[in-house]
């Protein structure tokens, strides 16, 4: 799934991809602004004969919609106001896959286009490639991993529906962190998930169970960063499709419950030369340090942690998990090894080094997370900015300091998103615009419904 990688003749590529597999059914679709991967089933016979490179049209309500297919009202992007033409979604064929486990079927992420032939400015899979074109053009090719958290309860997802997600009971009981026992017990769902991803070319380097009760953590290894975001695509839908078929329901939501762990989407980067793959974050004259380049990169992730703020906590229930002591950077802060901060230095003299940002939850669009780290560190080499001075004790008796703490709310994340210069010089203004018209509407949806803690806590006493 390498974008860089060269077919010369994409025509007999599909060909001989669908003889050989015996493809009947292609799933094509790409990540829309929550991070869902949306798309169609078509015939093997269309894809070959057209689609594989003029793509599929499909409604732009994609971009015009919310989370649970509501339509968003008063979008500048589209609406009744405009009759809800197509977009064009064009298949990507270095992610062209068969689908294990469903014989004859393959899937392919794709980029989405205009009527026009340019490239949505809203789709997250082009915001990331805009980010990544100035990366080039700066010389730099950015290196990116994910390790996702996410539980597992017992019941399928209609299951659980019909009891309107009460009652919810995790895979496994209690908090078993590193435990090799209980690791067995769920080997039978986690294995598999390995196994499957290895067959779509998404390597998991490493899984255990997490601090909460059916929880768990997987590590993607490194790669380019559209290959790591298609990876983090694909993982998360894979992980939900194995669960559903053992009769259970996966979520990769940020907080579950107050008392557990919230579940964590932390993203490791480093930047390569364009031109001989150096790794240009390694130090190899003091191995304790990040070198020059990985300094200014790191401060611009620290000096951007506010404005993308929104893209790493998309949604009301992201900001249960920052606050405070929860395992998750909540202050524009770094330090050297220290997971109390938002931005993890992990210094070494060869490609190892690297630097991890610890505010992104499960729950966020991998695309815009993605982008919004690179923007940020760009930034920083840009502008030849240092990092503040390091935080070496408990980052969290920061979070007192107005001018450290990252926003506390999605509606305060989206209004300092709405207005960062940062953001729009490198997303756009129009895609700024756009998320923050969607980010608002979620606020708005919160604010009129009354909640299970407001009617127990007022119903009888007032």
Not at 338 to 356: D, L, M, Q
Request: negative net charge; proline residues 6%; aromatic residues 10%.
């Amino acid at each position: 799934m390498n974008d860089e990688v060269l077919i010369e003749d994409p025509k007999r590529y599909v060909e001989e991809f669908v003889a050989e597999h015996g493809i009947k059914v292609i799933k094509i679709g790409a990540p829309d602004i929550d991070g869902l991967w949306r798309g169609k089933r078509l015939s093997a016979q269309y894809f070959v004969e057209s689609a594989f490179e003029a793509g599929t049209n499909i409604c732009n309500i994609l971009f015009g919609w919310d989370i649970q297919d509501t339509s968003i009202p008063n979008l500048t992007f589209t609406g009744w106001h405009s009759g809800y033409p197509d977009v064009n979604l064009r298949p990507d064929l270095t992610t062209l896959r068969p689908v294990p486990g469903e014989p004859g079927v393959a899937s392919v992420i794709c980029d989405v286009y205009q009527p026009d032939g340019t490239l949505l400015a809203l789709s997250p899979r082009g915001v990331l490639r805009r980010v990544l074109d100035r990366a080039k053009t700066l010389g730099f090719d950015p290196v990116c991993a994910y390790e996702f958290e996410f539980y597992l309860f017992e019941g399928t997802p209609r299951e659980l529906a019909r009891r309107d997600w009460r009652d919810l009971e995790p895979i496994s009981n209690g908090n078993h962190t590193y435990n090799m026992y209980r690791d067995s017990g769920t080997e039978y769902v986690i294995g598999l998930i390995r196994d499957r991803l290895a067959e779509q070319g998404v390597f998991i380097e490493a899984s255990n169970s997490e601090h909460g009760a059916g929880q768990f953590e997987v590590n993607i290894h490194y790669g380019d960063t559209l290959r790591a975001a298609d990876s983090a695509l694909i993982l998360k839908h894979t992980v939900k499709e194995i669960a559903a078929a053992h009769g259970l329901t996966a979520s990769f939501m940020a907080k579950i419950r107050p008392d557990q762990a919230g579940s964590s989407g932390h993203v490791h980067q480093s930047l390569v030369g364009v031109e001989d793959g150096d790794p240009l974050f390694a130090n190899p004259v003091n191995p304790l340090e990040l070198s020059e380049i990985g300094h200014a990169y790191l401060a611009g992730l620290v000096a951007g942690a506010r404005d993308f703020t929104a893209l790493y906590l998309p949604t009301i229930n992201s900001y249960k998990r920052v606050e405070g002591g929860q395992w998750a950077g909540s202050s524009a802060t770094w330090g050297l090894d220290n997971r109390t901060v938002a931005i993890r230095s992990i210094p070494s003299a060869g490609p190892a080094a690297r630097v991890e940002n610890r505010v992104p939850g499960a729950d966020a669009n991998p695309y815009l997370v993605l982008a919004a780290n690179i923007a940020a560190g760009l930034s920083g080499i840009e502008q030849n900015l240092t990092p503040p001075p390091a935080v070496t004790g408990n980052a969290y008796e920061q979070d007192g300091d107005e001018a450290l703490r990252l926003p506390h709310s999605l509606e305060a994340a989206t209004e300092v998103f709405a207005e960062s210069a940062l953001a729009k010089e490198y997303f756009g203004e129009d895609f700024v615009q756009h998320f923050a018209e969607t980010r608002r509407w979620e606020v708005r949806q919160f604010q009129k419904t009354v909640t299970e803690w407001e009617t127990a806590r007022y119903l009888e006493h007032i």
